[in-house]
């Protein structure tokens, strides 16, 4: 082989050899996946906006002007949970919990955080929850007495929660120093005022309040960072979800 034609030979590979080393160290050159989509990998995941609801907390219907018994799960088809110190919390299956549409971020000082009150507005009268607490009992097997048991919104009224969706309600029984005979004294509903405190000072948002009590009410504060105590905020409206 004559010495100009080796030369355009070496030329070559030479070339090969460079547009090769571009492509392995990614010089410009995006990798398309086996479904030919290409990605970007190095744009950052945008984080969730707070002021948002919770995304893995359905929205109920929220509230009526009148309101009918909803149907409940099945008898014997939700089992109650309990912590290391015996606090009840309910079934995630069934109680996992509902948000109203009628409360957001936006509107808090209209709705759960207004002076005079909210729940009273929304609450569902006595015979509707009537029949639903004595409807929900069976399907948690629950069998004590029910005046010393509460028919709870999971996520409060105060809090947003839904009126009368059956996913944010269940008898939540006596917790371990209750008093029998008593009525309905749980902890739980001091909980719920120290986060409706909280969110109406705007130290926590509304999403963030509703995805702690609907994940675990004892551990609610906590998370939030919330001491409870102190004076209420200026809207004390406890839920009072009891019969």
Known sequence: MQAPARGALAMAAAVLLAAAAGCSSGGGHTAKPADGKESNHSAAAA?????????????GPGPKSSYDAQPQPAAGSCHYRYTADKQPLPDPKCTPGAISPAVTQANLKDTICKQGGYTSTVRPPANITGKEKAENAKSYGYS???GDSEYDHLISLQLGGDPNDPRNLWVQPPSPDHVPGKGPNNPKDSVETHLHTALCKGQVTLAQVQSAIATDWTTAEAKLNIKGGGAPSAAPDADGDGE
Request: aromatic residues 0%; without cysteine; negative net charge.
């Open 144 to 146: 004590g007495p029910m």
């Open 47 to 59: 984080p969730a906006g707070d002021a948002a609801a919770p995304a893995n907390i359905a929205t």
